[in-house]
T-cell receptor
Framework: QKEVEQNSGPLSVPEGAIASLNCTYS??????FFWYRQYSGKSPELIMS????GDKEDGRFTAQLNKASQYVSLLIRDSQPSDSATYLC?????????????FGSGTRLQVQP | SAVISQKPSRDICQRGTSLTIQCQVD?????MFWYRQQPGQSLTLIAT?????????ESGFVIDKFPISRPNLTFSTLTVSNMSPEDSSIYLC??????????????FGQGTRLTVV
């Protein structure tokens, strides 16, 4: 079982719609979770971090965390073509003692004009 | 967040040679990491660069192939040694910031796109 799992996509949504990206993780003791956006040919850019169960909102982005289900998601409201990118879920390595983050394989999002 | 400068941004190298990638941060950081991202893949951690001591390597990565230096809290290098075409990848320097041992946010340099021919 992969430590962090994401659907590779592509996830295609029309402009203005809500994009929902999902991620599950295997290490039950993980306590910090992150979403990164990566445009083609660029390095990952941090867009959201979440540490507690529930929702965290930042502009058009909402991160949702459910530790009991080992599930974290990212909602993008009013999706724009500029949101088209690969979204990487990342989890801290508390269970392994590794301070670096472990990344999922990413979900490619396509926002259709 | 810290400003991370990585160079070179890209290089094409002959097999059997070595390339050293530099990572410079504009402020002192405790944690520095090196990742590899192969085409169409996610990020794989190569090692944690430890200031003043040997790097901590992940399974599948060894010091002889990927020697790492970290002489101070703002600078690190990764060398890809005796390169083969399988080493063609993007190499990313990352710094970790955050409060508490497990709330590390990671920020990345612009990456080095390496092609081995």
């Amino acid at each position: 079982q992969k430590e962090v799992e994401q659907n590779s996509g592509p996830l295609s949504v029309p402009e203005g719609a809500i994009a929902s990206l999902n991620c599950t993780y295997s290490d039950r003791v993980s306590q910090s979770f992150f979403w990164y956006r990566q445009y083609s040919g660029k390095s990952p850019e941090l867009i959201m971090s979440i540490y507690s169960n529930g929702d965290k909102e930042d502009g058009r982005f909402t991160a949702q965390l459910n530790k009991a289900s080992q599930y974290v998601s990212l909602l993008i409201r009013d999706s724009q073509p500029s949101d088209s990118a690969t979204y990487l879920c990342a989890v801290n390595g508390r269970g392994t003692g590794r301070r670096a983050l472990t990344f999922g394989s990413g979900t490619r999002l396509q926002v259709q004009p | 967040s810290a400003v991370i400068s990585q160079k070179p941004s890209r290089d094409i190298c002959q097999r059997g040679t070595s390339l050293t990638i530099q990572c410079q941060v504009d402020s002192q950081v405790t944690m520095m990491f090196w990742y590899r991202q192969q085409p169409g893949q996610s990020l794989t951690l190569i090692a944690t660069a430890n200031q003043g001591s040997e790097a901590t390597y992940e399974s599948g990565f060894v010091i002889d192939k990927f020697p790492i230096s970290r002489p101070n809290l703002t600078f690190s290098t990764l060398t890809v040694s005796n390169m083969s075409p399988e080493d063609s990848s993007i190499y990313l320097c990352s710094v970790g910031t955050g409060q508490g041992a497990w709330n590390t946010e990671a920020f990345f340099g612009q990456g080095t796109r390496l092609t081995v021919v």
